[in-house]
């Protein structure tokens, strides 16, 4: 019963969890793709020169530490949505959570062989993927389903339904 009442929670933060890990995973590449562009590759190996000369735990200092300033950004973009200037507020917040994922990105992947030396930090990352797997299999259906609705082709009130508005758009297309 509880298991039941707690689904919609577990499906929401999946959900969450995915969407985070889409944005890493599709922010990464393009903040390679930044860093291609400006002359921070140089700055890239000299990071990792650098991380390879640390011991882990100062490493993990190397990966937190660029989050931090991104902080206040977010704060800025709080205080503009108590202020009422909803636009603004949602630029900032957006553009803080963007260059948040990115940098840490950008950062755990000239420091992920170090980090993963530590023993509890390779445990957390995987289960931090083990949770990622799970959140994909949970919303994964639910995903298929939704598309289903969507493309028409299914055989339920929602498929029917599509189809009929489907329908009508072209009727209308067509007169004119």
Avoid: C
């Avoid at 949505?81 to 957006?94: C, K």
């Amino acid at each position: 019963m509880m298991r039941r009442l707690l689904q919609p929670f577990w499906v929401l933060l999946a959900v969450i969890f995915l969407i985070e890990a889409w944005l890493w995973d599709h922010l990464e590449p393009i903040v390679a793709r930044v860093v291609a562009l400006i002359p921070l590759r140089a700055f890239k190996q000299w990071l990792a020169e650098r991380v390879d000369t640390l011991s882990p735990a100062m490493t993990l200092i190397v990966f937190i530490v660029p989050v931090i300033p991104l902080f206040p950004l977010k704060l800025v973009g709080l205080w503009l949505l108590t202020h009422e200037y909803w636009l603004s507020a949602i630029v900032t917040i957006v553009f803080a959570k963007f260059l948040g994922v990115g940098v840490a990105a950008f950062i755990f992947d000239v420091t992920r062989p170090k980090l993963l030396e530590m023993q509890w930090f390779e445990t957390l990352y995987e289960f931090i993927i083990g949770l990622r797997a799970k959140a994909a299999a949970l919303v994964n259906p639910i995903k298929a389903r939704m598309m289903e609705a969507l493309r028409g082709d299914g055989g339920g009130w929602s498929s029917r339904m599509l189809r009929l508005i489907q329908r009508f758009r072209k009727s209308v297309h067509e007169a004119r």
